[in-house]
Every structure is written in structure tokens, then in C-alpha cells.
């Protein structure tokens, strides 16, 4: 049983760089949700998608992120012209789809912009 | 909106001391209820859930039952042990606006002495 596969594990980057973060979901899990932690705080959601629909944004989710899933499998998250705020884990989880199903998560990618 | 309210840590125990970590929610509808635990260097696991008034959820010998009348989920163990030190992490669902994303509480870190 593979879970949630996310890399790279590990980013360093300058400020004003692009960067892009892949998650591979559970196989046929349909739901993929992206979130952000900070230190000493609970994960924040950004966004989610029903097979390759994007069907919901977070208000945290600025006009420098975007995230794709184009067929519906694995998802990327890229992030424009990084700021230090952006400095973060960013979360890959994926769920079979139905209410109350449990969301596995993934080991997160730690992105640092210096 | 909705919003998870646990205790700050750090949280320092003995070994084989009784453990509780309190959870209080806020939320629209009939939300499930979560504890995930991270361990260093790993990602959010799932410890277990309750998706209905009075249920109770157990794994690993931690409990939870979900309390509509106080809008509680608190985590207790009988005994804990130095393996279980890590973050514990309250989160609701409620499937607002048709997604079924986590809110989080900010963690708890417990550390268990031996």
C-alpha cells in the first residue's frame, strides 16, 4: 500500500524564484487537497479537487499559486516569485471522496526562500 | 466560521502518567471530529475519528468521544509512553460548500519522560 507520495521533501530557494511541488494521491482516491503549515501551527487548507476539478480555493491561496491535477491523478502546486512568507510545509492529502472518509496525508514539502 | 480551540503545549508527562488533551470546536452542521498525531520529520497520520454525537473513537489506547452538548473531543490515554511523545492535532470536518477539508487546532506537543 503506497500512501501519499509528495517531493521533493526538501526546498531552498531565493526570492523572486518559481517553484513547483508534485503530490501523488492514494491510487483511486478521487478527492486531493493541498495545505500549508507554518511552525507551531495547525495546517491550513489552500485548495482541493474532485478528480481533475479544482473545486475549492482558500482566500490563502494568492494569485502567485496555482495548482493543477490534469488527469485527475497526481497534482502540483507551483508557487511565483517566492516571498519569505512563503516559507512553509506545504501538505498533500488525498481521500476516496465520500463525507467523513479519512483524509491520509502525505510527509509534506518544506520549502524555505531566502 | 469554524474554528478547533486545543490546549498550548508543551504538554510534559511521565511515563505511565494519565494523558488528556482538550479539544473544543465551533462548527455548522454536524461536523466529524479528528485527532492526527505527527511524529518528528513525518507527516499527519490519523489517530482516530467519531462522525456522530456520543460516538466515541479509540486506536493505540487513546480515546475521544465526540460531545455535541459541549462541543468537545478530548484526547485522554490511561497510560502514555515515551513513544507517543509528538504533536496532536483536533480538526473538524463539516463538508461546507461541498468539500470535506480539515480544520485544524493549532497542536498540542506532548513530551512523555520516562
Not at chain 1, 507551531?40 to 478528480?51: A, D, S, V
Not at chain 1, 491523478?73 to 516569485?81: D, P
Not at chain 2, 452538548?69 to 461546507?96: I, M, N, P, W
Amino acid at each position: 500500500d503506497t500512501g501519499v507520495s509528495q517531493n521533493p521533501r526538501h526546498k531552498i530557494t531565493k526570492r523572486g524564484q518559481n517553484v513547483t511541488f508534485r503530490c501523488d494521491p492514494i491510487s483511486e482516491h478521487n478527492r486531493l487537497y493541498w495545505y500549508r503549515q507554518t511552525l507551531g501551527q495547525g495546517p491550513e487548507f489552500l485548495t482541493y479537487f474532485q478528480n481533475e476539478a479544482q473545486l475549492e480555493k482558500s482566500r490563502l491561496l494568492s494569485d502567485r499559486f496555482s495548482a493543477e491535477r490534469p488527469k485527475g491523478s497526481f497534482s502540483t502546486l507551483e508557487i511565483q516569485r517566492t516571498e519569505q512568507g512563503d516559507s512553509a510545509m506545504y501538505l498533500c492529502a488525498s481521500s476516496p471522496g465520500s463525507f467523513g472518509n479519512t483524509i491520509y496525508f502525505g510527509e509534506g514539502s518544506w520549502l524555505t526562500v531566502v | 466560521g469554524d474554528s478547533v480551540t486545543q490546549m498550548e503545549g508543551p504538554v510534559t508527562l511521565s511515563e505511565e502518567a494519565f494523558l488528556t488533551i482538550n479539544c473544543t470546536y465551533t462548527a455548522t452542521g454536524y461536523p466529524s471530529l479528528f485527532w492526527y498525531v505527527q511524529y518528528p520529520g513525518e507527516g499527519l497520520q490519523l489517530l482516530l475519528k467519531a462522525t456522530k454525537a456520543d460516538d466515541k473513537g479509540s486506536n493505540k489506547g487513546f480515546e475521544a468521544t465526540y460531545r455535541k452538548e459541549t462541543t468537545s473531543f478530548h484526547l485522554e490515554k490511561g497510560s502514555v509512553q515515551v513513544s507517543d511523545s509528538a504533536v496532536y492535532f483536533c480538526a473538524l470536518s463539516d463538508g461546507a460548500g461541498g468539500a470535506d477539508g480539515l480544520t485544524f487546532g493549532k497542536g498540542t506537543h506532548l513530551i512523555i519522560q520516562p
